[in-house]
């Protein structure tokens, strides 16, 4: 079965510091999604893509986020400068098209911030 | 927007009984999707069961079943013969506006 691949799987940065989280997204799916989870809370969502572009996102998701596309196959989240609260588990999921409405999502990958 | 409630934050259950996780919704949408995830503690999202709006037949998937009440704007999960295996998280989702929102969930423990 297809599947999200997301990496890292855990990654542990100092605070202030750049991070990236990949995912690869299932090869013939067209929407692309990041979500957050802290640790003990609900799943939330941050930013929508398709067609190379924000569809939607979150007031979590400030000028410290930004995704993108840049090779055609990998689907990233930067954070610019990580805080103490981005420490949590993020999940990339994609959907296939605009007749879809199921999400696959991706095992995670969390990120603690020290 | 649309908002999703979970008013159960954590349920036991005796194994191989059954048990039921409720879930309301609220929204002004006429066509819309529910679903239930399952987060083990592994933390993967598993998709257990899903329900389009515009049916009036309850999903079912082996030992899962909703109840889905359109007007009450309801939709709760069934859990029959319960393993130990279920045991987890579970969370109600709504999928509309191109995106889902997911309640805040449910902590099941299934005693053995």
């Known amino acids: 079965e297809p599947e999200v691949t997301q990496t890292p799987s855990h990654q542990v940065t100092q605070m202030g510091q750049e991070v990236i989280l990949r995912c690869v997204p299932i090869s013939n799916h067209l929407y692309f999604y990041w979500y957050r989870q802290i640790l003990g809370q609900k799943v939330e969502f941050l930013v929508s893509f398709y067609n190379n572009e924000i569809s939607e996102k979150s007031e979590i998701f400030d000028d410290q986020f930004s995704v993108e596309r840049p090779d055609g196959s990998n689907f990233t989240l930067k954070i610019r400068s990580t805080k103490l609260e981005d420490s949590a588990m993020y999940f990339c999921a994609t959907r296939l098209d605009s007749g879809a409405n199921v999400l696959t999502f991706g095992a995670g990958s969390r990120l603690t911030v020290l | 927007a649309q908002t999703v409630t979970q008013s159960q934050p954590e349920m036991s259950v005796q194994e191989a009984e059954t048990v039921t996780l409720s879930c309301t919704y609220d929204?002004?949408?006429?066509?819309?999707?529910l679903f239930w995830y399952k987060q083990p503690p592994s933390r993967q999202m598993i998709l257990v069961i899903r329900?389009?709006?515009?049916?009036?037949q309850n999903a079912t998937e082996n030992r899962f079943s909703v109840n889905f009440q359109k007007a009450a704007k309801s939709f709760s999960l069934k859990i029959s013969d319960s393993q130990l295996g279920d045991t987890a998280m579970y969370f109600c989702?709504?999928?509309?506006?191109?995106?889902?929102?997911f309640g805040t969930g449910t902590r099941l423990t299934i005693i053995p």
């Open positions: 929204t002004s949408e006429n066509n819309y999707y």
């Open positions: 989702a709504f999928f509309g506006n191109e995106k889902l929102t």
């Open positions: 329900q389009e709006a515009y049916k009036q």
